[in-house]
T-cell receptor, first 115, second 114 residues
Framework: ETGVTQTPRHLVMGMTNKKSLKCEQH?????MYWYKQSAKKPLELMFV???????ENNSVPSRFSPECPNSSHLFLHLHTLQPEDSALYLC??????????????FGQGTRLTVV | AQKVTQAQTEISVVEKEDVTLDCVYE???????LFWYKQPPSGELVFLIR??????QNEISGRYSWNFQKSTSSFNFTITASQVVDSAVYFC???????????FGKGTSLLVTP
């Protein structure tokens, strides 16, 4: 039980599909994140939400659309993806003291394959 | 610029050997946190340890130990008497006041063979 739960664990989608990834945290944290991890590449930060407000968007293509309805839930809506978007998508939550992460926990990830 | 450097890309050891994973960081903040995570083949990033910049005391947890040295900006991780189950990718990360998200190193892939 990590306290951060991601669904689904695996997802295969066509390039014309629309799907959503879901993340839920039960740790009382005030910030949530989406990271992308491609093969042989370092972790890439995609989006940051601090108290439900998006604070960072690291030049992510518009085919990825995040949504944070409350401090416990985070979604990543996907549409018209490309095969190069196939990766492990990791959600994380953390407790921010000011801008400082004092603890950060990750979900188990969604393994996405775009065909 | 890379704020966290893990110079070792891959390490292979035989079971029961000790192994040290290096982490060097760069920050101008006086208050910051350092983390180590383990990523087994299943993919989940497992939190191992957090240290704050004011606490240089080394820590030991079972076969794991961490050596934090501000003078060299290093936060190294040693596994004693390695086991096959230690095989994973290990990430070092830095949290600063100047940004929300963790800065991750590129990871060190550790393979422990029987």
């Amino acid at each position: 039980e990590t306290g951060v739960t991601q669904t689904p664990r695996h997802l295969v989608m066509g390039m014309t599909n629309k799907k959503s990834l879901k993340c839920e945290q039960h740790l009382g944290h005030n910030a949530m994140y989406w990271y992308k991890q491609s093969a042989k590449k370092p972790l890439e930060l995609m989006f940051v939400y601090n108290f439900k407000e998006q604070t960072e968007n690291n030049s992510v293509p518009s085919r990825f659309s995040p949504e944070c309805p409350n401090s416990s839930h985070l979604f990543l809506h996907l549409h018209t993806l490309q095969p190069e978007d196939s990766a492990l998508y990791l959600c994380a939550s953390s407790h921010l003291r000011g801008n400082l992460n004092t603890e950060a926990f990750f979900g188990q990830g969604t393994r996405l394959t775009v065909v | 610029a890379q704020k966290v450097t893990q110079a070792q890309t891959e390490i292979s050891v035989v079971e029961k050997e000790d192994v040290t994973l290096d982490c060097v960081y760069e920050t101008r903040d006086t208050t910051y946190y350092l983390f180590w995570y383990k990523q087994p083949p299943s993919g989940e990033l497992v939190f191992l340890i957090r240290r704050n910049s004011f606490d240089e005391q080394n820590e030991i947890s079972g076969r794991y130990s961490w050596n934090f040295q501000k003078s060299t900006s290093s936060f190294n991780f040693t596994i004693t008497a390695s086991q096959v189950v230690d095989s994973a990718v290990y990430f070092c990360a830095l949290s600063e006041n100047s940004g929300y998200a963790l800065n991750f190193g590129k990871g060190t892939s550790l393979l422990v063979t029987p």
